[in-house]
């Protein structure tokens, strides 16, 4: 039972690090707390669900949609929203990306209602993993590789290709990267880009086994905060082992102590973490 708990808690982990992955990025190289973030993830949900509903196609078919749509999405923010405030005092980028999240959460409530909803016939709906004495839901799992491709793709993109050196070389120097020759706010809107794309991902994916509704964003874009303070600030693999530590917490917590128990769990980890390094366990 115990191996159970660890493997399911594993798989969750995987998928929250790749949510914490954007999240990071945008903190890391602009400085800016994206309090949309989760608001992000909820729109890729939707966007599956409706693909779904509306055209019969399967969220695993309808990820690149959803993934482009929310990049576009992130990318549009940024042009509009983000780059009007980014040279101002810290608290009125916060606080714009914090009406964004309200307007986000609204606006679906309106249009959709608070009902939840369920995408019930899934090319990977009722298919089981079977691993000795762990069972395995097929939906979680693919939801798993999936967020652990995608956080390589990131992570390869960001340390191996020239955009991702001029974007790691904003997120250092700002003012020299522009002495350098580099488009600085082309490589900001390409960051808030790639972090819509990684919520995008997750969101289609976890959209075959979580209900989506307006405020199903909400709790995953909290947890990716905490993820991020314990993995450090702009730190992609930081974010990963993160991400894992939160998913075992989740889930441990929830088995030995009860489901009501198992995000205190989680929360008494970031303080702890946050006493001992307030920079997270991989920051420097």
């Given at each position: 039972?115990?191996?159970?708990?660890?493997?399911?808690?594993?798989?969750?982990?995987?998928?929250?690090?790749?949510?914490?992955?954007?999240?990071?990025?945008?903190?890391?190289?602009?400085?800016?707390?994206?309090?949309?973030?989760?608001?992000?993830?909820?729109?890729?949900?939707?966007?599956?669900?409706?693909?779904?509903?509306?055209?019969?196609?399967?969220?695993?078919?309808?990820?690149?949609?959803?993934?482009?749509?929310?990049?576009?999405?992130?990318?549009?923010?940024?042009?509009?929203?983000?780059?009007?405030?980014?040279?101002?005092?810290?608290?009125?980028?916060?606080?714009?990306?914090?009406?964004?999240?309200?307007?986000?959460?609204?606006?679906?409530?309106?249009?959709?209602?608070?009902?939840?909803?369920?995408?019930?016939?899934?090319?990977?709906?009722?298919?089981?993993?079977?691993?000795?004495?762990?069972?395995?839901?097929?939906?979680?799992?693919?939801?798993?590789?999936?967020?652990?491709?995608?956080?390589?793709?990131?992570?390869?993109?960001?340390?191996?290709?020239?955009?991702?050196?001029?974007?790691?070389?904003?997120?250092?120097?700002?003012?020299?990267?522009?002495?350098?020759?580099?488009?600085?706010?082309?490589?900001?809107?390409v960051t808030f880009g790639i972090a819509g794309a990684c919520?995008?991902?997750?969101?289609?994916?976890?959209?075959?086994?979580?209900?989506?509704?307006?405020?199903?964003?909400?709790?995953?874009?909290?947890?990716?905060?905490?993820?991020?303070?314990?993995?450090?600030?702009?730190?992609?693999?930081?974010?990963?082992?993160?991400?894992?530590?939160?998913?075992?917490?989740?889930?441990?917590?929830?088995?030995?102590?009860?489901?009501?128990?198992?995000?205190?769990?989680?929360?008494?980890?970031?303080?702890?973490?946050?006493?001992?390094?307030?920079?997270?366990?991989?920051?420097?």
């Amino acid at each position: 039972m115990l191996l159970q708990v660890i493997a399911s808690g594993i798989l969750m982990g995987f998928i929250y690090a790749l949510v914490a992955v954007g999240l990071t990025l945008v903190w890391g190289v602009m400085d800016i707390i994206n309090f949309a973030h989760g608001e992000f993830l909820m729109l890729s949900m939707y966007t599956a669900f409706w693909m779904y509903s509306l055209f019969s196609i399967d969220p695993l078919l309808s990820l690149p949609v959803a993934t482009a749509l929310i990049f576009l999405m992130g990318f549009i923010t940024y042009k509009i929203i983000i780059k009007r405030v980014i040279d101002a005092p810290g608290l009125t980028a916060l606080l714009a990306t914090f009406g964004l999240s309200l307007f986000l959460r609204n606006m679906a409530q309106f249009l959709w209602s608070p009902n939840y909803r369920f995408i019930n016939e899934t090319i990977v709906g009722d298919k089981k993993l079977v691993l000795g004495p762990i069972v395995l839901g097929m939906p979680q799992v693919v939801a798993s590789v999936g967020s652990i491709l995608m956080t390589t793709a990131v992570f390869y993109f960001i340390t191996k290709t020239r955009t991702g050196r001029a974007i790691q070389a904003t997120a250092l120097d700002k003012d020299t990267a522009r002495l350098m020759g580099i488009n600085t706010e082309k490589i900001y809107a390409v960051t808030f880009g790639i972090a819509g794309a990684c919520v995008g991902v997750a969101g289609a994916l976890m959209s075959t086994f979580f209900p989506t509704h307006p405020e199903s964003g909400a709790l995953y874009s909290l947890l990716a905060f905490v993820i991020v303070a314990l993995g450090g600030f702009g730190n992609i693999m930081g974010a990963l082992y993160g991400g894992i530590i939160i998913g075992l917490a989740e889930a441990l917590g929830g088995f030995y102590l009860g489901t009501q128990f198992k995000y205190a769990v989680v929360f008494l980890i970031y303080l702890i973490v946050i006493q001992v390094r307030p920079k997270g366990l991989f920051g420097w």
